[in-house]
């Protein structure tokens, strides 16, 4: 069983919204700044939004800035995502992500625990 498990994927038209969760296991939730990341077909892993432990510091890319909101829930081991107005560009398998403290929060190969991904397909 894995640390983190995603869900909350799917298809939408183009202008709705989602919202991702992500379970986290007690022992990353509790110590590690969490993190969404998405991968659209045939591109790179790319940093989409990052809260620190306790839920003060929120960062975005510069594409999701005032449409999507990364929140979480130490007390429920949940990280979420909540994205509104989508895009077809917004197309992609969405992650979250354990920071492993070296390294720059907006690259991928500073987090050393991964989930499996949860699919978002919008429709334009």
């Known amino acids: 069983q894995g640390q983190l498990g995603e869900s909350g994927g799917g298809l939408v038209q183009a202008g709705g919204s989602l919202r991702l969760s992500c379970a986290v296991s007690?022992?990353?939730?509790?110590?590690?700044?969490m993190s969404w990341f998405r991968q659209a077909t045939g591109k790179e892993r790319e940093f989409v939004a990052s809260?620190?432990?306790?839920?003060?510091?929120?960062d975005y890319a510069e594409s999701v800035k005032g449409r999507f909101t990364i929140s979480r829930d130490n007390a429920k081991n949940l990280v979420a995502l909540q994205m509104n107005s989508l895009k077809s560009e917004d197309t992609a398998v969405y992650y979250c992500a354990a920071f492993s403290g070296d390294g720059h929060i907006k690259s991928a190969a500073a987090y050393n625990y991964w989930g499996q991904g949860t699919q978002v397909i919008v429709s334009s």
């Open positions: 007690t022992l990353i939730i509790k110590n590690y700044r």
């Open positions: 809260v620190d432990w306790r839920g003060w510091y929120t």
